[in-house]
């Protein structure tokens, strides 16, 4: 059985809550700062990412998992972004660095393993393309 084709993506730290301090997702109606509309464009980008490589995923006629990595835990994002980096030729983050890099190049957008994007939401048929030149 062929394996299925892996897209992953490592979003935006925080992106699920507001910069401002809120411990409440602005999703939830809070009275967060200003910083909450940012927020909840982000978070729509990363919805319309997520349906786009599942129509991309859908397109290739094969099997396909779409993993949003949880950035939640910095240790594990770093271990698991550095498992990407590296053979992509890609210089590695460690603590110090990991804060820096995820918010000049997240999202981080991966198809079995080879970065297709870094930091930029493609459009559908620029996913499209990546994708398949890609997977050759």
Do not use: W
Not at 7 to 30: H, K, Q
Not at 56 to 66: N, T
């Amino acid at each position: 059985m062929e394996r299925p084709v892996r897209f992953t993506v490592f979003p935006p730290i925080n992106a699920d809550s507001c910069s401002d301090g809120c411990s409440v997702s602005c999703a939830s109606g809070s009275t967060c700062g200003s910083s909450c509309g940012f927020q909840e464009t982000r978070q729509e980008r990363l919805d319309d990412l997520f349906f786009a490589l599942e129509e991309v995923g859908y397109k290739l006629g094969r099997r396909f998992v779409v993993e949003f990595i949880d950035t939640g835990s910095a240790l594990y994002t770093i271990e698991r972004l550095n498992m990407l980096l590296v053979p992509n030729d890609e210089p590695t983050v460690d603590g110090e660095t990991f804060g820096e890099f995820m918010n000049v190049a997240a999202p981080v957008i991966a198809v079995d393993n080879h970065i297709l994007f870094m930091g930029e939401y493609p459009g559908k048929e620029e996913l499209e393309k990546a994708v398949n030149e890609a997977l050759g």
